[in-house]
């Protein structure tokens, strides 16, 4: 990484809501409401979009930790923004506060998720 890349950095991304991202466990007749699985894509998107512009050539980061709590539904077809700042850098390691919020003002979501600097060719080559 990039020496410039340093804790207190911040990063947001608004999408809006589709119906593939939403629920669909709990049966016909319950309006389907975004997931936790899209919740935690749009997170560590924004910390993807992020930290790219700080990677060597060569690098790029990976997700390994996410401790996210949902905490309230929201309708598909609402705009969502997750906003992350990076709270700490242990070695090849970043961890980032976070915290999604729908277009409403209502928190949805907050935690924590850390991701690690990997270089690209050592990566693919451990799993081919």
Do not use: W
């Amino acid at each position: 990484m990039k020496p410039e890349f340093v804790a207190g950095m911040s990063g947001e991304m608004s999408i809006t809501t589709t119906p593939e991202m939403g629920i669909t466990h709990l049966g016909p007749g319950v309006p389907s409401m975004y997931s936790t699985p899209s919740m935690v894509q749009l997170i560590e998107s924004t910390c993807v979009q992020l930290m790219s512009r700080y990677v060597e050539e060569g690098e790029q980061s990976v997700g390994y930790h996410v401790d996210v709590k949902h905490l309230a539904p929201t309708q598909i077809g609402k705009r969502v923004t997750a906003r992350v700042r990076l709270r700490e850098i242990n070695g090849r390691r970043y961890l980032f506060d976070v915290e999604v919020e729908s277009e409403d003002g209502v928190k949805i979501g907050e935690g924590q998720h850390e991701r690690a600097v990997i270089n690209i060719d050592r990566f693919v080559k451990a799993n081919t």
